[in-house]
């Protein structure tokens, strides 16, 4: 992870307040999964970003939790203050986007897992008509790159593209969707010629990332927002000449993803308490699906026939 996060007490977050008071040019809130979600900058590129990608929230309800965006010479470059008590995070000196939301998100979601047992996945989630299917991986892994391959088939829907938040419900993993539009890689097109208008028509910013609405390619039905999980494939790359899948029972799987940081590297708290109650979602989580690694060693559509393959899709 490029960026730092120091935890801070009430008191150094209420002296960061008065810091950047003066400072603040724009406030929104946004909705994430019930959270009402503040943010306050004084730039208007990030303003505009997260109005296109997160959902709005009336003015007139008070917030959950609150980010500053700030750049500030006299702080380090991508550095991060969390206050856990009022739910407060600096952001400063951090130009990507993608760190922005997903700060954002994480915020949410450490309200979510403490008082509402709804925890946070940071990957992809999509509906085969069957249920759910959710992908996992490092970055690199090609989360992204698969997600987006299966929505070229136009009978898979989708939730989320990079995180969402899910529950226990009975028997079943229920998913949910956190953002209303999708921040997409640039060379999306070069992989999946098919998606060649929606980059046409996106502006990307100076790390060739861009907020679009999906449904301008995909249409408004192929967006849902919810699912049950049914499967987990989780990415992994190592040598080879030839993209391979497993299904693996699950306590290797969460040996696997408890290694990993369960792929999440924006989780705002690590302590002994997140570790337990993580470790458990996730376990009834595995116990409730069906898991399959995948190696990604192959090329892209190699890989994708093993995963249509694992979801019974043409």
Request: with cysteine.
């Amino acid at each position: 992870m490029g960026y730092t996060i120091t935890l801070i007490s009430v008191e150094e977050k209420e002296d960061l307040v008065k810091r950047y008071a003066s400072r603040i040019r724009y406030e929104l809130k946004s909705e994430i999964y019930g959270c009402c979600i503040k943010l306050l900058t004084d730039s208007a590129v990030v303003r505009d970003r997260w109005s296109d990608n997160l959902y709005s929230m009336s003015q007139n309800v008070r917030s959950h939790g609150r980010l500053y965006v700030f750049n500030d010479p006299d702080e380090k470059n991508d550095h991060v203050y969390f206050d856990p008590y009022t739910k407060t995070v600096f952001l400063l000196n951090i130009l990507y986007y993608g760190w922005i939301k997903s700060l954002a998100l994480s915020v949410a979601g450490d309200i979510l897992e403490d008082e509402h047992e709804i925890y946070s996945i940071h990957g992809a989630c999509l509906d085969t008509g069957r249920g759910g299917l959710c992908i996992l991986g490092a970055s690199g892994s090609g989360k992204t790159t698969h997600t987006y391959g299966l929505l070229r088939n136009e009978t898979i829907r989708v939730i989320a593209d990079d995180w969402f938040f899910s529950r226990v419900y009975g028997s079943t993993i229920l998913a949910y969707g956190s953002e209303k539009n999708f921040y997409i890689r640039a060379d999306l097109a070069t992989i999946w010629p098919e998606f060649h208008d929606l980059v046409d028509r996106a502006e990307f910013d100076q790390e060739r990332r861009a907020v679009v609405d999906l449904r301008w390619v995909v249409g408004k039905g192929r967006i849902l927002p919810l699912t049950t999980l049914r499967t987990v494939i989780i990415l992994t790359r190592t040598e080879g000449n030839s993209s391979t899948c497993e299904e693996i029972d699950n306590g290797k799987a969460l040996v696997l993803l408890e290694k990993n940081g369960y792929y999440n590297p924006h989780y705002l708290v690590r302590n002994p308490h997140k570790a337990r109650i993580r470790k458990e979602f996730f376990r009834n989580l595995l116990t409730r699906t069906r898991v399959f690694e995948v190696n990604t060693a192959g090329t892209p559509e190699e890989t994708q026939r093993l995963i249509k393959k694992i979801n019974n899709l043409n």
